[in-house]
């Protein structure tokens, strides 16, 4: 079974950063996408970011030229750098993985964080 864990920040003012980091364990025997999205208060859960395995890119709208998501596929680990933060960035953050364990692929998401952005 695939487990994410979720470690970093969560507690910035606005024009300031944040990186949080996202790691795979258990039994981990190929990676492909991972992500980032995100969830306010009465909203739904909406995508962040997301890389793919062989590393190309999405990003929101909303985070393009501010936020930039990388992996390291040596340690299962997908980062979020967030830059120039904003309050409307305020939300609790997701990390996201469609990992193989050896018997099927599964999607996996990590626990959720709050991240709050104070103007």
């Known amino acids: 079974q695939v487990r994410l864990v979720e470690s970093g920040g969560g507690l910035a003012q606005a024009g300031g950063s944040l990186r949080r980091t996202c790691t795979a364990s258990?039994?981990?025997?190929?990676?492909?996408?991972m992500g980032w999205y995100r969830q306010a208060p009465g909203k739904q859960r909406d995508m962040v970011a997301t890389?793919?395995?062989?590393?190309?890119?999405n990003y929101a709208d909303s985070v393009k030229g501010r936020f930039t998501i990388s992996r390291d596929n040596a340690k299962n680990t997908v980062y979020l750098q967030m830059n120039s933060l904003k309050p409307e960035d305020t939300a609790v953050y997701y990390c996201?993985?469609?990992?193989?364990?050896?018997?099927?692929?599964?999607?996996?998401w990590g626990q959720g964080t709050q991240v709050t952005v104070s103007s």
């Open positions: 258990g039994i981990v025997l190929g990676i492909g996408a």
């Open positions: 996201f993985a469609r990992a193989y364990d050896g018997v099927r692929w599964s999607d996996t």
């Open positions: 890389i793919t395995g062989g590393e190309t890119t």
